[in-house]
C-alpha cells in the first residue's frame, strides 16, 4: 500500500474561500432580519463545518449531532447580536466552542457510569472523503489523535475548516501567534509521523 503524503492545505483559494465566507455573512445578516431563506442557506452551508469541529472537541460521539444542534439554536437565538464584523464561520465555531465546553461542566456535575467511547467514531462520519493522499480520512484522522488537543483544534479550524489564522484564534479565544505556531507545530509532528510510521499505527504523542 503506497504510504500516506503530507497533509496538504485547503483545495479552495483564499479568494474563492472569502467569498464564500462573505455569502454566509450576508446569509447570516439577512437571517437576522427575518428572511426565512437565508436562515436556511447559512444552516445549511456551515453544518458540515460545525460538525467535524465538534467531532474534534467532544469525546463524546454520541452527543456530536445534540451538540451541533445546541450551536445553531444558540447561533440562530443570538443573531440579533451578530453585526458582521467577523465572519459568521468564526463567529458560530466559536459558539460551537463555547456549547462543547459547557457540556463538560455539565458532565462534570453528572455521576460517569463509564467510560465515554472514542472520539474518533464521530469524528469519522463528519470528515470529507475526499482527502488527497488518505484512504476515506482514516490515515489522517489516525494521525490527529495523537496531537495535543489545542495543536488539533489549531489544524482543524485552519487546515480543514479553512478559517484565515484571525478568524481561528478569535473561535478559539487565544492570540494568532498562538494558533500559528500550534498548526506549526501539528503540520511538523504529522509529517513525522508519516515518515516514521508509514504502514502502522501512529505512534502517541505526550501533550
Known amino acids: 500500500m503506497k504510504a500516506p503524503q503530507a497533509p496538504q492545505a485547503p483545495q479552495a483559494s483564499h479568494a474563492s474561500q472569502a467569498a464564500l465566507d462573505e455569502s454566509i455573512t450576508a ?45 445553531f439554536l444558540r447561533a440562530l437565538g443570538s443573531l440579533h447580536r451578530f453585526e458582521g464584523r467577523s465572519s459568521a464561520r ?28 472514542d472520539w474518533q467514531l464521530a469524528a469519522e462520519r463528519a470528515q470529507p472523503r475526499d482527502l488527497p493522499g488518505f484512504d476515506d480520512g482514516v490515515v489522517l484522522l489516525d494521525l490527529l489523535a495523537s496531537l495535543p488537543a489545542e495543536r488539533r483544534e489549531a489544524f482543524v479550524l485552519t487546515q480543514l ?35 516514521e510510521e508509514p504502514a502502522g499505527e501512529p505512534a502517541p504523542l505526550a501533550a
Do not use: K, M, N
Open 27 to 71: 446569509w447570516a445578516l439577512a437571517a437576522r432580519a427575518g428572511d426565512a431563506d437565508a436562515v436556511e442557506r447559512f444552516v445549511r452551508a456551515l453544518h458540515r463545518d460545525v460538525l467535524r469541529y465538534v467531532s474534534h472537541l467532544c469525546a463524546d460521539p454520541q452527543a456530536v449531532d445534540d451538540l451541533a444542534q445546541d450551536t
Open 161 to 195: 475548516a479553512g478559517l484565515p489564522y484571525a478568524e481561528a484564534a478569535e473561535a478559539s479565544d487565544c492570540p494568532v501567534g498562538t494558533v500559528r505556531s500550534r498548526v506549526a507545530r501539528a503540520r511538523a509532528t504529522l509529517v513525522d509521523l508519516l515518515e
Open 90 to 117: 468564526s463567529w458560530l465555531l466559536s459558539i460551537a466552542r463555547r456549547a462543547v465546553i459547557d457540556s463538560y461542566r455539565y458532565a462534570a456535575t453528572r455521576p460517569r457510569l463509564s467510560d465515554v467511547p
